[in-house]
């Protein structure tokens, strides 16, 4: 397959010095189709997008070169790296996977068939010597990396699978968190509201160090039948079936530990399961429309809804955060930075936004500046970098600390209004810096669950939502990749 330069050129602007923001900088991407899917390289050389077009861009944040390549027939619904960041993976509308080596250097990629239909997800293992992937075929294959073989090919759940998770993929912040300055921090008067509420309330501890186990090679799969099944990758086995939901089961997040396997419901609901003893300890009932996304990092716990609310635990602590108007509309992504510092929120009112994971306020709302609705969102792995697509087809990424690195024109985009200015530690300490203003926007309003579920696309009309029934598997309003929305 032909490999060529992308004929768009990265763009930078510079924020109006009166928003006092001229530390960070936004680079665009532009592609005819809608970004899928996005990931960064875990050494942080490269980003890989995929498209409803079936193509596939890479972008390296050093040198600023673009390579496009058409990959499959149809959309493309997932893409991932290797751990070593050696290879790309991708998986699309066609039933097929593909791999190729990260640097591009070869245009031809090696194409794994099996799947009778759409592919929705595809996920390396922790160690890299396995990736799994589920399809609308109702089954989930495991595939050896070296080889290329299809070692395994479980046939568990009776609808379409929508999400797989990998155990073990948790990284130890402490010994890997990036020697990097503080985020210079700035909210306007209209994300004033954002960050107030109620009081947290308490609960009991999830105790995931009671439930320590040694089985690192676990897999665990979410489908439309409403059901979570785990499985043992090093023995080919099912461990369990994890029955409990009401509701189609959106996303899935293992603790770093393998101890705790959280998933995400159209139920309303967050269920937390020990995966290898095959039950459920915890529902939470917290959110009032279908959950969307689920993150798990540390010992915090975060989801977002259809209707752009938040909700957030610390399962070590059992101190719940009450539930935030975030967005006004859908979340579709929610990712932590590599020290676990701050939460970055992604969502179809085409915003992301960045929160403090100590006092659980807003530092930055970001805004990508096509208005389009964002699809995916991730982390650079240094977690100087946020990188969002939208369906309009941007990549966007703001650089956070591009003061530190470059002497380019820098800017952000972010909402007007009061730019009071934070200084954060690592260690959670905030000392105030100076203020600018500039006119306030409207504050935005969280639409009704029933507005959010009528929200076009930015292509047009919204398809229906995912029949709760687990005999039917329709059309998705989210897209089962990672959660995301259409």
Same mark, same amino acid.
């Given at each position: 397959?032909?490999?060529?330069?992308?004929?768009?050129?990265?763009?930078?602007?510079?924020?109006?010095?009166? #928003?006092?923001?001229?530390?960070?900088?936004?680079?665009?991407?532009?592609?005819?189709?809608?970004?899928?899917?996005?990931?960064?390289?875990?050494?942080?050389?490269?980003?890989?997008?995929?498209?409803?077009?079936?193509?596939? @861009?890479?972008?390296?944040?050093?040198?600023?070169?673009?390579?496009?390549?058409?990959?499959?027939?149809?959309?493309?619904?997932?893409?991932?790296?290797?751990?070593?960041?050696?290879?790309?993976?991708?998986?699309?509308?066609?039933?097929?996977?593909?791999?190729?080596?990260?640097? #591009?250097?070869?245009?031809?990629?090696?194409?794994?068939?099996?799947?009778?239909?759409?592919?929705? #997800?595809?996920?390396?293992?922790?160690?890299?010597?396995?990736?799994?992937?589920?399809?609308?075929?109702?089954?989930?294959?495991?595939?050896?990396?070296?080889?290329?073989?299809?070692?395994?090919?479980?046939?568990?759940?009776?609808?379409?699978?929508?999400?797989?998770?990998?155990?073990?993929?948790?990284?130890?912040?402490?010994?890997?968190?990036?020697?990097?300055?503080?985020?210079?921090?700035?909210?306007?008067?209209?994300?004033?509201?954002?960050?107030?509420?109620?009081?947290?309330?308490?609960?009991?501890?999830?105790?995931?160090?009671?439930?320590?186990?040694?089985?690192?090679?676990?897999?665990?799969?979410?489908?439309?039948?409403?059901?979570?099944?785990?499985?043992?990758?090093?023995?080919?086995?099912? @461990?369990?079936?994890?029955?409990?939901?009401?509701?189609?089961?959106?996303?899935?997040?293992?603790?770093?530990?393998?101890? @705790?396997?959280?998933?995400?419901?159209?139920?309303?609901?967050?269920?937390?399961?020990?995966?290898?003893?095959?039950?459920?300890?915890?529902?939470?009932?917290?959110?009032?429309?279908?959950?969307?996304?689920?993150?798990?990092?540390?010992?915090?716990?975060? !989801?977002?809804?259809?209707?752009?609310?938040?909700?957030?635990?610390?399962?070590?602590?059992?101190?719940?955060?009450?539930?935030?108007?975030?967005?006004?509309?859908?979340?579709?992504?929610?990712?932590?930075?590599?020290?676990?510092?701050?939460?970055?929120?992604?969502?179809?009112?085409?915003?992301?936004?960045?929160?403090?994971?100590?006092?659980?306020?807003?530092?930055?709302?970001?805004?990508?500046?096509?208005?389009?609705?964002?699809?995916? #969102?991730?982390?650079?792995?240094?977690?100087?970098?946020?990188?969002?697509?939208?369906?309009?087809?941007?990549?966007?990424?703001?650089?956070?600390?591009?003061?530190?690195?470059?002497?380019?024109? @820098?800017?952000?985009?972010?909402?007007?209004?009061?730019?009071?200015?934070?200084?954060?530690?690592?260690?959670?300490?905030?000392?105030?810096?100076?203020?600018?203003?500039?006119?306030?926007?409207?504050?935005?309003?969280?639409?009704?669950?029933?507005?959010?579920?009528?929200?076009?696309?930015? !292509?047009?009309?919204?398809?229906?939502?995912?029949?709760?029934?687990?005999?039917?598997?329709?059309?998705?309003?989210?897209?089962?990749?990672?959660?995301?929305?259409?």
């Amino acid at each position: 397959m032909p490999t060529s330069e992308s004929s768009s050129t990265p763009t930078s602007a510079t924020a109006s010095s009166s #928003m006092d923001v001229s530390n960070l900088r936004r680079l665009e991407l532009k592609h005819s189709g809608s970004v899928t899917s996005i990931r960064f390289a875990p050494d942080g050389t490269s980003v890989v997008a995929g498209f409803s077009t079936g193509d596939v @861009l890479q972008w390296s944040p050093q040198t600023e070169v673009v390579r496009t390549t058409r990959r499959h027939t149809g959309a493309v619904h997932s893409v991932d790296f290797s751990p070593d960041s050696k290879h790309c993976i991708s998986a699309g509308a066609d039933g097929t996977i593909q791999r190729w080596a990260s640097r #591009m250097q070869d245009a031809d990629a090696k194409v794994f068939n099996g799947h009778l239909k759409t592919v929705w #997800m595809v996920r390396y293992s922790a160690d890299g010597t396995w990736f799994a992937s589920c399809s609308a075929d109702s089954s989930v294959r495991v595939w050896n990396a070296g080889t290329g073989a299809c070692v395994c090919v479980f046939k568990e759940h009776s609808a379409t699978v929508t999400h797989i998770a990998c155990g073990g993929v948790g990284v130890d912040a402490s010994s890997t968190a990036p020697d990097t300055p503080p985020i210079s921090r700035s909210v306007s008067d209209e994300d004033a509201a954002v960050t107030s509420g109620a009081h947290p309330r308490r609960h009991r501890r999830l105790r995931s160090d009671s439930f320590r186990n040694d089985t690192e090679q676990l897999l665990a799969s979410a489908s439309w039948d409403n059901s979570v099944v785990v499985y043992d990758v090093g023995n080919k086995t099912t @461990l369990h079936r994890l029955d409990g939901h009401m509701g189609n089961v959106t996303c899935l997040a293992f603790s770093k530990d393998n101890a @705790l396997l959280v998933s995400a419901s159209t139920d309303c609901t967050l269920r937390v399961w020990h995966p290898t003893q095959g039950h459920c300890f915890e529902v939470f009932q917290d959110h009032a429309a279908d959950v969307t996304h689920v993150a798990l990092q540390d010992s915090h716990l975060v !989801s977002g809804d259809a209707d752009g609310n938040v909700w957030r635990m610390n399962i070590m602590t059992g101190k719940i955060f009450p539930v935030r108007s975030a967005h006004g509309d859908a979340v579709t992504s929610i990712a932590f930075s590599p020290d676990t510092s701050v939460i970055a929120t992604a969502s179809r009112d085409a915003s992301v936004g960045l929160w403090d994971v100590l006092s659980d306020e807003l530092i930055y709302r970001l805004k990508v500046p096509d208005g389009s609705e964002i699809a995916s #969102m991730c982390f650079s792995p240094d977690g100087t970098k946020v990188v969002a697509g939208t369906k309009a087809g941007n990549t966007v990424v703001w650089d956070l600390y591009a003061d530190q690195h470059t002497s380019k024109p @820098l800017t952000r985009s972010g909402s007007r209004g009061s730019a009071k200015k934070l200084q954060a530690t690592r260690s959670g300490r905030r000392s105030s810096s100076s203020t600018s203003v500039s006119p306030a926007s409207p504050s935005p309003t969280s639409p009704t669950r029933a507005q959010s579920a009528r929200r076009p696309s930015a !292509s047009g009309s919204s398809p229906p939502r995912p029949s709760r029934s687990a005999t039917s598997s329709p059309t998705p309003a989210w897209s089962p990749v990672e959660g995301q929305f259409y």
